[in-house]
């Protein structure tokens, strides 16, 4: 059982000082202040040589003279080299970035199952493989997981980006005594089928976590039989702020993976740097998807259905796509099982780009149904002897062809072309500070369009921690 990624990521902080994890708070802040609000852009461009003036009215209690190549772009050019010692805190930030990137690496392994699952294991090598070719970039920041679980139905929520198209909440699952017998039943069950790596399972997918009251508790119970607790995205970090300081809390105790919270706008980036303090929000990624955040929107679900009804009207919101159709086509993860509780269904599934066919971003290779824990294992056996063989179908000759790998051979891989332009697959972008009339929408399709990211430029592109791209 491979414990790499755990370890990792807690000697990325325990090695650190209360003092640097303090600093580190604030290093991240502003970085979440300098990609997601004009306004403080802007202020530090009118204050160059004093920018300490900006950052404290905002709360942030670090110097920007000492990370210069973070945020000037007459210092960018020095980031990730030697050079970049003169300026501490930027050192600081990239060694963070590298040390996250690191853990996205070894969470990937995390879902290795050659020992106790042999043919799902060769199953998701092979999908990863074809990933690697059809989903260009985006690719890097999938980290594969085994299995999600929705323990909703819809999404409060409603952006109107949705990768997924969530639907319309209709209800959570309740943790009464027998759902919650269930719930255990089932987890039970993963943990059993495929061993350790079910400590790679989340709790969500075309769903809002915070739209379910007990989803603490549901966590809690995962981690009790995986021995990991489950990361977490949510774009509603705000509505009920006791559930997500009870899950910040439980991430205090047993997290491993870092949180993240989407923030849909401008003002909730204000209320949420308002309501939790930067070291709160330390082991929290802030994935900032609003207009003046230059994050990478996928052309798939609602994203896809408002372009092709050109219902567009926003030309911020058109631009945000059109940047993004080569480059980032799905924001799907998982190869393996997509479990949702409230209807007791389970669906195989994997990533591919998001096309007429499959305009969400994943196929779904088969489906059951159940009831209880065992019906759920013997849905979970049926369809691994079904599609997942040891190597592929003789009708499968490409890496592409991977998603036939039915024992029939019938299926077909996704219409979309077989390789993409890379672009940015996480966060939002951290481009220099552009001293210059040019709109944030101007400096995004410069940086973006027909851009090949090397590593550097890679990981220049990102603010905090690198998870895989989820939706929320
Ligand atoms: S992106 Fe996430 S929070 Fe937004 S509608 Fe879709 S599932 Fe809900």
Request: aromatic share 10%.
């Amino acid at each position: 059982m491979t414990r790499a990624a755990t370890e990792h990521y807690r000697q990325s902080f325990v090695r650190r000082t209360p003092e640097q994890l303090r600093t580190l708070s604030h290093v991240k802040r502003f970085t979440e202040r300098l990609a997601g609000d004009v306004e403080f852009r802007k202020a530090l461009s009118e204050n160059v040589d004093a920018p300490r003036k900006v950052t404290e009215r905002y709360g942030i209690e670090v110097d920007p003279m000492e990370m210069l190549p973070l945020w000037h772009g007459d210092y960018q050019k020095y980031r990730f080299k030697p050079e970049s010692a003169q300026w501490p805190l930027a050192t600081m930030w990239d060694e963070h970035l590298r040390k996250m990137l690191r853990h996205r690496d070894l969470l990937r392994d995390e879902g290795e199952m050659s020992t106790i699952n042999p043919r799902f294991h060769a199953w998701r090598e092979r999908q990863i493989r074809r990933c690697n070719d059809e989903l260009g970039a985006s690719s890097l920041s999938v980290t594969y997981p085994i299995i999600a679980f929705e323990l909703s139905e819809g999404c409060t929520v409603g952006c109107w980006f949705c990768g997924l198209s969530a639907g319309r909440f209709k209800g959570y699952y309740d943790y009464s005594k027998e759902q919650a017998e269930r719930w255990r039943g089932v987890v039970g069950v993963a943990r059993e089928v495929f061993g350790s790596a079910a400590r790679t399972g989340f709790c969500y997918w075309a769903t809002d976590p915070m739209d379910n009251p007990h989803y603490d508790r549901f966590l809690f119970d995962y981690y009790r039989i995986t021995g990991a607790l489950p990361q977490t995205t949510t774009a509603a970090p705000l509505k009920d702020q006791a559930l997500t300081r009870r899950v910040l809390r439980l991430f205090n105790l047993y997290g491993t993976t870092p949180n993240r919270f989407s923030v849909l706008s401008k003002a909730h980036l204000n209320q949420i740097h308002m309501t939790f303090s930067p070291e709160e929000l330390l082991g929290v990624e802030l994935i900032l998807q609003g207009k003046e955040a230059p994050t990478a929107k996928a052309f798939a679900g609602r994203a896809r259905e408002r372009k092709g009804k050109g219902k567009l009207r926003s030309a911020i919101k058109d631009d945000a796509i059109a940047l993004l159709e080569r480059d980032h086509t799905t924001i799907a993860c998982v190869s393996g099982f997509l479990v949702n509780m409230q209807q007791g269904r389970l669906q195989l599934v994997t990533p591919v780009p998001g096309s007429e066919r499959w305009p969400l971003g994943y196929r779904i290779l088969g489906e059951r149904f159940f009831r209880t824990p065992d019906e759920f294992r013997e849905g979970l056996q049926s369809m691994i002897d079904q599609y997942m063989l040891e190597s592929p179908a003789p009708t499968c000759r490409s890496a592409s062809a991977e998603t036939c790998n039915t024992k029939q051979g019938t299926g077909t891989s996704s219409s979309a072309p077989a390789t993409w332009n890379t672009g940015c697959p996480t966060t939002s972008l951290r481009f220099p500070l552009a001293i210059s009339s040019r709109s944030v929408t101007a400096q995004r399709r410069s940086w973006l369009c027909g851009s090949r990211l090397t590593e550097r430029a890679y990981l220049q592109s990102l603010t905090c921690s690198i998870g895989c791209t989820r939706p929320g």
